[in-house]
């Protein structure tokens, strides 16, 4: 299994030269201790209403500011809705955003999922943060019900960093002719609320999260002013994979760079049924090289270890459960066990012509939306651990 080659992010800035990466090394002091975070609010939005159609937010200009870690998006209700008998749907509230997108300068794609609950699936298991599920995030609400005002209330982040510590992944982001964009859409009342309700009103907002450009100096000591391996990409993406009942393989398309984690969504018809007919066991199969075998309760028992989430006392889809559906696989916990704390060292290297393959007996027909992160590094990114 050969590295991949790697892959080249356009810089929005012209004329700089990335400076050494690394640790600290000859009296070079490392970028995250020359620099400091930051975050800016660029987007906000508000007299929002679901209708029967959906509706474009995009694109959105990012703003431009030295390093860009990560953005995070947010959705409140400022005036409740109104119905009899308001009832919630699978994938929300999070869905009430859809197409989520965020391109390059050139106008290529860096991160791209159909809807929102892909983006809180993300967030949840991406490891990006100290506690991860948007579920528990202070202010989160769902509020449905009989002669219950519907509201909503929820934040998901669209990560670019790998891991703030080293900002590895940080992307420069100082030309504001030539921006990043965003791009979000409104679902429509049907799908996010059940029943007959009427639209509460809407204020979208979204941050940058950021680093400084670091001084060139600190107490006379050089200082790194770029993050390490820069213009190293994270990628975000969504493969569906149509699923047959039975003995079936689900196979991911497009590889080629370094895998980090797999959040594979199943659904038939809804993601509760999909948990239920999720294979039991599956195997991780790699050019016909089986890699792993792994039982359902054994797979329940990794998201707990690893992302802390199911356990004794939870209920599915809600705060700090399983999602129905979602069985997370990750190349990311080699720090101390938990994803997000990691090296890099566990990332899969794959070329283009392997085949990555989930291979199991599958409960019912379905689909199964694969959500692929992927790490394209832009020298060596292992140099700093």
């Known amino acids: 299994m050969a590295a991949p080659s790697g892959s080249t992010l356009v ?34 939005k508000s007299g929002l209403t679901l209708t029967t159609n959906t509706q474009d937010l995009g694109p959105i200009p990012v703003k431009a500011y030295d390093y860009m870690r990560s953005l995070v998006v947010t959705v409140e209700t400022t005036s409740p809705g109104g119905g009899t008998a308001v009832t919630t749907v699978e994938d929300g509230p999070f869905n009430l955003l859809q197409n989520i997108k965020v391109e390059q300068p050139n106008g290529q794609t860096m991160f791209q999922v159909s809807s929102g609950y892909s983006c809180a699936m993300i967030h949840k298991y991406g490891g990006y ?11 989160f609400q769902y509020t449905t019900g009989a002669g219950v005002a519907p509201s909503v209330k929820f934040a998901f982040r669209i990560p670019f960093e790998l891991n703030i510590r080293d900002a590895l992944g940080s992307l420069p982001n100082k030309d504001a002719n030539a921006p990043f964009n965003l791009y979000l859409t ?7 609320f059940g029943g007959s309700p009427t639209s509460p009103t ?12 670091p001084p060139s100096t600190l107490d006379g000591q050089d200082v790194e002013t770029t ?27 497009r590889l080629g760079n370094y895998i980090r ?34 039982s359902k309760d054994e797979w329940l028992r990794d998201i707990y270890e690893k ?53 199991g007996s599958w409960g019912a027909d379905g689909t199964v939306t694969m959500l692929v992160n992927e790490v394209l590094p832009a020298g060596d990114i292992f140099i700093s651990n």
């Open 261 to 294: 984690l797999l959040v594979p969504i199943y659904r038939v018809t809804t993601r509760s049924a999909g948990d239920g007919d999720w294979p039991d066991p599956m195997q991780i199969v790699l050019d016909e090289d089986t890699k792993d075998n792994i």
């Open 186 to 192: 409104l679902n429509t009342l049907a799908n996010v």
């Open 11 to 44: 810089q929005p800035t012209t004329g700089q030269v990335a400076a050494v990466t690394g640790q600290e090394t000859g009296g070079i002091v490392p970028f995250i201790r020359g620099s400091g975070l930051g975050r800016y609010k660029f987007y906000d």
């Open 307 to 359: 992302w802390g989430y199911g356990g004794v006392g939870t209920t599915a889809d809600a705060a700090m459960g399983h999602d129905n559906g979602v069985f997370p696989y990750d190349y990311a916990h080699e720090w101390d066990g938990r994803v997000g704390h990691e090296t890099g060292d566990l990332y899969l290297p794959t070329i283009e012509s392997e085949a990555y393959i989930l291979r």
């Open 227 to 253: 993050p390490p391996a820069m213009n190293t990409l994270q990628r975000w993406t969504e493969q569906p994979i149509a699923i047959n009942s039975g003995q079936f393989d689900a196979q991911l398309k």
């Open 202 to 213: 809407l204020r979208v907002q979204v941050w940058l999260e950021a680093w400084d450009q």
């Open 129 to 139: 943060a100290g506690y991860n599920d948007p579920r528990t995030l202070p202010g």
